[in-house]
T-cell receptor, first 111, second 113 residues
Framework: EDQVTQSPEALRLQEGESSSLNCSYT??????LFWYRQDPGKGPEFLFT???AGEEKEKERLKATLTKKESFLHITAPKPEDSATYLC????FGGGFKTIFGAGTRLFVKA | NAGVTQTPKFQVLKTGQSMTLQCAQD?????MYWYRQDPGMGLRLIYY???????DKGEVPNGYNVSRLNKREFSLRLESAAPSQTSVYFC????????????FGSGTQLSVL
């Protein structure tokens, strides 16, 4: 069964304290891995898509990386405005239109 | 550019009542989706519409029905609401369908008493 597990559930950082969020996945064949950001009371907002092991994508203080079993979202020198829930999701070959989401990591960045 | 618009934002129902959640997108996307989000769980797909005129069940379809009214609009209906349907509901759309990023609405918070 295709599955996505994110860790930790919650992460508290001081402003400027870099860290990483983990997304472990199990799929029969990975078609794409997605990262989304979700602010309280809002819908998820797309950040990145990764397709193959070794691929990396960057956007401001965020960098996403992908291996055959997991993805990391690295946050460099975070600011309070980076506080949000970060969702990881996968699409599998043969999975049709289904995107499988992890439960998310809630990130809190204190000034 | 509004993107994906959902109504209502909040709703309280009594067990057994019915209601329809409305969703519209203005990005000319072919595919539309309904998800529910519960604490500690990932977003779960209820129903989706790969293209105008088609609908298919997702992971948790029981107790729900959908209608793809036209290319822009995709509604979700609860015929007889149950407390287990208390959740936050999100509508989403994508350009082609599979292997494409999703654009989400701002959600409907539904409580069933």
């Amino acid at each position: 069964e295709d599955q996505v597990t994110q860790s930790p559930e919650a992460l508290r950082l001081q402003e400027g304290e870099s860290s990483s969020l983990n997304c472990s996945y199990t799929v029969s064949g990975l078609r794409g891995l997605f990262w989304y950001r979700q602010d309280p009371g809002k819908g998820p907002e797309f950040l990145f898509t990764l397709y193959s092991a070794g691929e990396e994508k960057e956007k401001e203080r965020l960098k996403a990386t992908l291996t055959k079993k997991e993805s990391f979202l690295h946050i460099t020198a975070p600011k309070p405005e980076d506080s949000a829930t970060y969702l990881c999701a996968v699409q599998a070959f043969g999975g049709g239109f289904k995107t499988i989401f992890g439960a998310g990591t809630r990130l809190f960045v204190k000034a | 550019n509004a993107g994906v618009t959902q109504t209502p934002k909040f709703q309280v129902l009594k067990t057994g009542q019915s209601m329809t959640l409305q969703c519209a997108q203005d990005m000319n996307h072919n595919s539309m989706y309904w998800y529910r989000q519960d604490p500690g769980m990932g977003l779960r797909l209820i129903y989706y519409s790969a293209s105008e005129g088609t609908t298919d069940k997702g992971e948790v379809p029981n107790g729900y029905n959908v209608s793809r009214l036209n290319k822009r609009e995709f509604s979700l209906r609860l015929e007889s609401a149950a407390p287990s349907q208390t959740s936050v509901y999100f509508c989403a759309s994508s350009e082609v369908g599979s292997n494409e990023k999703l654009f989400f609405g701002s959600g409907t918070q539904l409580s069933v008493l």
